[in-house]
């Protein structure tokens, strides 16, 4: 098993564009709480990488396509503190059965997007079979035709607050 503990300074708050793109035999990754921003394709095509930690205190943003590819991958924890969620960031992640993320979209105010967001650029983008669960921990509205194309899906669980 391959770990990486992803600090590499104490002062460290950025994983740059790019930093771990097709590390192949990483299986765990834990991001300590000193980062605060994701890079794009910081982690795609990881495909070997199967537990992911982010940081539950530090962490606002994460970039396109940060953690596509990971086909290991069977579930991601995208804390409330993120602020901003880049396009695709699961896409490709074919074995992913449960996603737990603050909103729905690019960020908590973001009604023009859907669930699909998440795995492509397109609302009308197919949703893994694999995924099973959705968590929403602090969204505020849910849009029309949410998850679309999503018919594996068989739980679905709501934050209070939910305004539309």
Known sequence: MTYYNVLHSSVQT??????????????????????????????????????????????????????????????????????????????????????????????????AHTFAYLFGTRKDTEIPASVVSVVLLDAVTVPDSAFKNASSIQTVTLSQGIDS
Not at 29 to 53: M, Y
């Open 14 to 111: 950025e994983l740059v564009d790019n930093a771990f793109y097709h590390c192949k035999n990483v299986e765990t990754i834990e991001i300590p709480d000193t980062i605060v921003s994701i890079g794009t394709l910081a982690f795609h095509n990881c495909s070997s990488l199967k537990q992911l930690t982010l940081p539950k205190t530090s962490l606002r943003t994460i970039g396109n396509n940060a953690f596509a590819s990971c086909e290991s991958l069977t579930s991601v924890y995208i804390p409330v503190t993120v602020t901003e969620i880049g396009t695709n960031i699961l896409g490709g992640d074919t074995n992913l059965r449960e996603v737990t993320i603050p909103y729905l979209g690019a960020s908590k105010t973001d009604t």
